[in-house]
């Protein structure tokens, strides 16, 4: 079956710091892959996406390139702000219109 | 545009007690979905509606859980009985008919059992 893992937070880092938070995946097919963002009470939103290999997607400063040989849709963005601060969750889907499968998310914590 | 409604947003229930609530997509999407968010992991799809048909329930537990959308729009999601397993904050999402569409989410119910 499909499945997502990510690695386990919290991650904690201080403004301007580089971020990875990795994501690799199990999917048969083509599936498109996605990241989640949570804000502290505030429901999910969609950070960025992409639908197909070597594909980057990219919004708010956060990059991801889609890997089809290494399974990986790792996150990154070069200089973090104590606003990024939320939870961060992979995703993968199937078909165009299918349910998402998430990871179990990432906490990060931006200190000042 | 007006996002994805939840309601209630919070639920306190004993064991052995039911519950139901409510989501309102947003206009015009005719795709909607239950995710279920325990707390610590990411969100598990329950069932997944197209317009007022179930294209995927295969992770919903049958034997307590059941959902419907009349006229396809609305949903309800209800859980008899609860079990003290299905702590957890349910989410609705909807998507929009275009390939790809982006699902956009509701605030979610967080329920708590008892």
């Known amino acids: 079956g499909n499945s997502v893992t990510q690695m386990e937070g919290p991650v904690t880092l201080s403004e301007e710091a580089f971020l990875t938070i990795n994501c690799t995946y199990t999917a048969t097919g083509y599936p498109s892959l996605f990241w989640y963002v949570q804000y502290p009470g505030e429901g999910l939103q969609l950070l960025l996406k992409?639908?197909?290999?070597?594909d980057k997607g990219s919004n708010k400063g956060f990059e991801a390139t889609y890997r089809k040989e290494t399974t990986s849709f790792h996150l990154e963005k070069g200089s973090v702000q104590v606003s990024d601060s939320a939870v961060y969750f992979c995703?993968?889907?199937?078909?165009?219109?299918?349910?998402?499968?998430f990871g179990k998310g990432t906490h990060l914590i931006i200190q000042p | 545009e007006a996002g994805v409604a939840q309601s209630p947003r919070y639920k306190i229930i004993e064991k052995r007690q039911s519950v139901a609530f409510w989501c309102n997509p947003i206009?015009?999407?005719?795709?909607l979905y239950w995710y279920q968010q325990i707390l610590g992991q990411g969100p598990k799809l329950l069932i997944q509606f197209q317009n007022n048909g179930v294209v995927d329930d295969s992770q919903l537990p049958k034997d307590r859980f059941s959902a419907e959308r009349l006229k396809g729009v609305d949903s309800t999601l209800k859980i008899q009985p609860a079990k003290l397993e299905d702590s957890a904050v349910y989410l609705c999402a909807s998507s929009s008919p275009t390939a790809y569409g982006e699902q956009f989410f509701g605030p979610g119910t967080r329920l708590t059992v008892l």
């Open positions: 206009s015009g999407h005719a795709t």
């Open positions: 992409a639908t197909k290999a070597d």
């Open positions: 995703a993968l889907r199937r078909g165009g219109a299918d349910g998402l499968t």
